[in-house]
């Protein structure tokens, strides 16, 4: 089964969440690997603390034009959408952080006088954490626009994605990295914080979980905040609140520290157990919980 | 003309909150710039929710494509299918189609179907907006959920809030960042003479602090530091102090976790104007005093 | 021979836009005659990489050096691809930036001056 966790807003809890869902289904026996989407901004590893012992470059093949071959006809220029490749004073010009490596040029080139070659834009790193949770994240390089060929690489690693359940941890927001990121995935927990700003990104995580197809569920974090508008909004939609984490400053101050959700509330191994147990349910029975 | 982006790396550190604030300090007709306001986070965007602007204008964006096959020339020949890198074509009974979800928009598949059977389609990607509000124009956008290109769209957005900047004899344009480090923040970015970078003390926020601090130096941006719920791990705090103190990065203040931040949210203001003499709202003139004072230093 | 100037308004008396790939016009300025027109800069609104665009642009108006206040990495490269020499300036009206380039008083740039747009 694969459990991803996303939100609208940064910074509502989703990495306490995969983190801490992760922890109590190991603890188990349940086989469990986590696997940090959030390419630009990676935390997880940091409550986890896997010990890394794999790594892959994420790389992206990008057009080198043989210029001797080259005649200068611009038809590479003209198929590539991204403006990448420019024929220009004779001369054929790439522009790496452009290019999506869709190999089109490649292709149309009449002299085949076009290619591929590697170009790194970021790196994926794997390993057990002491729990014996299988690990994985992808670190995009500082420059790098973007994170979806690294996602989309990472979700490729057989010995996370075989696991018996996948915690996905995705990035905030509603557009690229977070659908590559959810994509397959039986179900998604949308973590919320109580406030307007909350709401209202909510609003669009739910519309992508929505557009995806896969059903989905909340968990209010930080409760106590803000106000009941989310309430409304998941009784309005239909969305079920999953679970409710309190605004305490105990919380706040062991996450500060690094320290994951279980290590200072120990009472949520049973929750998050059981609620993987209802997510279960839920998806076999075709109903909400 | 300049431009002052703010930025986190981490989400949730209060970017918009600060923003808001600034906004609210920069309306005055004595302030020291006079300021056309832009919210860069276009898939979350919630300046708009304390600044209650009123849309003037609306455009509707267009992203990037999408391949669609046209089922009675296609041959099931499965060349497209070959040639996609992006997973986007799948088979089902010899009828081959494009899931415009997965779907990069390269075309590859267009130009090497042997019966032209596959044409790009145009996709409408979301809608920016120009605002009036009580702290000046506001252009801000929206992303229809799972669309791509929203770094594109950032850039729509801060070439028209540059553009009636231009035009109206605007001092400073505003940006509210998006979280992360990728191609939204990198358009954010572009063409800043200053970022000014809202730090968490977290672990995860001081980790994430120093990758967008990173990134504005890859982009050879100068970067200010403040440190917003400075008060909730003081460790923290005292790392990020001492970093900058090594790098030479200047600290423009600390603002204290404060309730009256949310409440504010709630109803719609900024801070600074909801509740003028909260510990919030004190520090964060602090550390607009500090930001205006660097922007002016750069004139010189 | 034929220069381009980045401008705001497209206009020869007012101040120059210091900005290249996304600037909203060119003054397209014959140093022999002195004669001029703007002409709008077709990549103010492309989708992806506007520097190297507007540099096509300016490329088949024949235009031979450009003036702006920085070039982005893959402007300045496309540029010096087309054979175009770029100048930078800090201030000034097109008027008094075709001055400084006949009285060879700007600086010609041999790298990029600033970051790229990259979209």
Not at chain 1, 192 to 200: A, I, K
Request: glycine share 10%; hydrophobic share 40%; aromatic share 6%.
């Amino acid at each position: 089964m694969k459990i991803a966790i996303a939100s609208g807003k940064g910074g509502t809890g989703k990495t306490t969440v995969a983190t801490a869902f992760a922890q109590a289904l190991s603890r188990k026996e349940y086989s469990v690997s986590l696997v940090d989407c959030d390419v630009e901004a990676p935390n997880a590893h940091i409550f986890i603390q896997p010990i890394l012992d794999q790594f892959e470059d994420v790389n992206v093949l990008i057009p080198s034009v043989d210029a001797d071959s080259c005649t200068g006809c611009g038809l590479c220029a003209e198929v590539c959408q991204f403006h990448a490749i420019v024929v220009i004073g004779g001369k054929t010009l790439v522009f790496p952080e452009m290019c999506h490596g869709c190999g089109s040029c490649t292709l149309v080139c009449p002299e085949q006088a076009i290619s591929e070659i590697p170009n790194r834009l970021g790196v994926l790193e794997g390993g057990l954490s002491q729990e014996g949770i299988r690990f994985g994240h992808g670190i995009l390089d500082i420059g790098e626009p973007m994170a979806v060929p690294v996602i989309s690489k990472l979700k490729k690693w057989q010995n996370l994605m075989d696991a018996e359940i996948v915690v996905i941890d995705s990035p905030p927001g509603a557009s690229c990295p977070v659908v590559e990121s959810l994509r397959g995935a039986d179900y998604i927990i949308l973590v919320t914080e109580p406030t307007p700003f909350g709401l209202h990104d909510l609003r669009q995580a739910y519309q992508v979980t929505q557009v995806l197809g896969i059903p989905a569920g909340i968990i209010i974090n930080r409760d106590g905040i803000g106000d009941t508008g989310v309430d409304q909004y998941s009784a309005e939609v239909g969305i079920d609140i999953l679970m409710r984490i309190p605004l305490e400053r105990k919380i706040g101050q062991g996450i500060a520290q690094g320290k994951s959700l279980l290590e200072v509330k120990p009472e949520y191994e049973k929750y998050f157990q059981q609620l993987y147990l209802q997510i279960g349910e839920a998806l076999s029975s075709g109903n909400n919980l | 003309m300049k431009q002052l982006v703010i930025l986190s790396g981490k989400g949730g550190t209060g970017k918009t909150s600060v923003a808001a604030a600034f906004a609210d300090l920069l309306s005055p007709e004595n302030a020291p710039f006079k300021t056309v306001l832009a919210d860069a986070d276009v898939d979350a965007s919630n300046l708009e929710l304390v600044l209650k602007p009123s849309v003037v204008e609306r455009e509707k964006f267009w992203g990037g494509s999408v391949a669609e096959i046209d089922s009675d020339n296609c041959s099931a020949c499965g060349i497209c299918a070959e040639v996609c890198r992006f997973d986007a074509v799948s088979v089902k009974d010899d009828v081959y189609t494009v899931d415009p979800i997965a779907c990069d928009g390269c075309a590859a598949c267009v130009y090497q179907c042997p019966n032209e059977a596959i044409s790009m389609k145009e996709q409408l990607a979301g809608e920016w907006y120009r605002s009036e509000s009580l702290y000046g124009p506001l252009f801000h956008a929206m992303l229809i959920p799972a669309q791509e290109n929203s770094g594109k769209l950032v850039t729509l957005v801060k070439q028209q809030a540059r553009l009636l900047a231009l035009d109206e004899a605007y001092d400073l344009v505003l940006v509210d960042g998006p979280p992360g480090i990728g191609c939204p923040v990198i358009s954010a970015v572009s063409g800043a003479n200053l970022a000014l970078i809202v730090a968490e003390p977290t672990a995860s926020g001081v980790h994430d602090m120093h990758r967008v601090l990173e990134t504005t130096r890859h982009f050879g941006v100068e970067a200010l530091i403040c440190i917003n719920k400075a008060d909730i791990y003081l460790d923290g705090t005292n790392k990020i102090e001492e970093y900058c103190r090594k790098e030479n990065i200047r600290m423009v203040g600390k603002i204290p976790f404060d309730l009256m931040v949310t409440e504010s949210m709630i109803h719609g203001k900024p801070v600074t104007s909801y509740q003028p003499n909260s510990p919030a709202s004190l520090a964060i003139r602090d550390v607009w005093t500090g930001v205006m004072k660097a922007l002016k230093d750069q004139e010189l | 021979m034929i220069i381009a100037i980045s401008s705001t308004d497209g206009k020869f008396n007012t101040e120059f836009s210091p900005r290249f790939g996304r600037c909203n016009f060119f003054i397209i300025v014959d140093t022999d005659t002195r004669e001029w027109e703007s002409k709008p800069n077709p990549a103010l609104n492309a989708r992806g990489g506007a520097g190297p665009q507007a540099v096509q642009f300016l490329s088949g108006a024949g235009v031979e050096a450009t003036i702006t206040g920085r070039y982005g990495p893959n402007a300045y490269t496309t540029l010096e691809a087309a054979g175009i020499r770029a100048y930078v300036a800090e201030a000034g009206t097109p008027e008094e930036l075709l001055d400084a380039f006949l009285s060879g008083t700007l600086e010609e740039v041999s790298s990029a001056t600033g970051e790229e747009l990259h979209h």
